[in-house]
C-alpha cells in the first residue's frame, strides 16, 4: 500500500479507537503465536504435532 493509505488509517484509527476487548484480542493472538514460534524455535514442540515428525527447514 502507498504511504498516503496508511496515514488515513493512522488518523482513522487515532479518531475512532478500536475498544479495549478488541485490542486484548489482538494482543493475546499476537502472544499465543509467538509462544508456540518459541517452542518450535527452542525444539520443545512434539514430535507427534510435526509434519512427518521432522523439524521444518530453517530459513536463512
Known amino acids: 500500500m502507498e504511504p498516503f493509505r496508511w ?9 475512532r479507537p478500536p475498544s479495549q476487548r478488541m485490542v486484548i484480542l489482538v494482543i493475546a493472538v499476537i502472544a499465543l503465536s509467538l509462544g508456540l514460534a518459541g517452542l518450535q524455535r527452542l525444539g520443545l514442540w512434539p514430535d507427534w504435532l510435526r509434519v512427518n515428525g521432522r ?4 530459513i536463512r
Open 7 to 15: 496515514f488515513l488509517r493512522m488518523a482513522r484509527w487515532a479518531h
Open 55 to 58: 523439524m521444518p527447514i530453517k
